[in-house]
T-cell receptor, first 111, second 113 residues
Framework: AQTVTQSQPEMSVQEAETVTLSCTYD???????LFWYKQPPSRQMILVIR??????QNATENRFSVNFQKAAKSFSLKISDSQLGDTAMYFC????????FGAGTRLTVKP | NAGVTQTPKFQVLKTGQSMTLQCAQD?????MSWYRQDPGMGLRLIHY???????DQGEVPNGYNVSRSTTEDFPLRLLSAAPSQTSVYFC????????????FGSGTRLTVV
């Protein structure tokens, strides 16, 4: 079964700075999909960004971008110009037959 | 269009009791899943369904049953509640998981005493 590892339980960043959240996964498959979800204190799960494994180009959504390294099975999330509203739990997810999540990284943006 | 609706939002059960967590979506989504969220463990997949009449087990299925008799509903049954099932439960649905990922409900906080 696929496993997803987020090695940073907690991180903090100053407002307007850049932060990178790490995610690694384990699979023997070649075609799959990767996602980052945000969970603010409201508990709602919000999709941030997705990446197809067959695409070499890294996905970008406004201030959010990924660094996808397929050979290394790494899928990190970069948040640029951090805002106070980015404070949340962030979950990395792997989709093949079903969707599996990492343990999450709690990000705090400090004013 | 209400999205994914979970009821109840909060529930306290006594050990050994049974109950059903309800999940309904009005988006005609084929894919539905149940997750539980525990501190430090992220979201763990309990059961999922790829269409009406089709269900499969996830990572942590023991103690839970599901059925999918309609496209709209995907109830999660706790057969005999245990304190280890204290958690926040999320239901999610999707029309195309590859493209859209999952849309999540707002969760049910369950406490088993």
């Amino acid at each position: 079964a696929q496993t997803v590892t987020q090695s940073q339980p907690e991180m903090s960043v100053q407002e307007a700075e850049t932060v990178t959240l790490s995610c690694t996964y384990d699979t023997s498959e070649n075609n799959y999909y990767l996602f980052w979800y945000k969970q603010p204190p409201s508990r709602q799960m919000i999709l941030v960004i997705r990446q197809e494994a067959y695409k070499q180009q890294n996905a970008t959504e406004n201030r959010f971008s990924v660094n996808f390294q397929k050979a290394a099975k790494s899928f990190s999330l970069k948040i640029s110009d951090s805002q106070l509203g980015d404070t949340a739990m962030y979950f990395c997810a792997f989709l093949l037959n079903d969707m599996r999540f990492g343990a999450g990284t709690r990000l705090t943006v400090k004013p | 269009n209400a999205g994914v609706t979970q009821t109840p939002k909060f529930q306290v059960l006594k050990t050994g009791q049974s109950m059903t967590l309800q999940c309904a979506q009005d988006m005609n989504h084929e894919y539905m899943s149940w997750y539980r969220q525990d501190p430090g463990m992220g979201l763990r997949l309990i059961h999922y369904s790829v269409g009406a009449g089709i269900t499969d087990q996830g990572e942590v299925p023991n103690g839970y049953n599901v059925s999918r008799s309609t496209t709209e509903d995907f109830p999660l049954r706790l057969l005999s509640a245990a304190p280890s099932q204290t958690s926040v439960y999320f239901c999610a649905s999707s029309s195309d998981r590859n493209v859209y990922g999952y849309t999540f409900g707002s969760g049910t906080r369950l406490t088993v005493v």
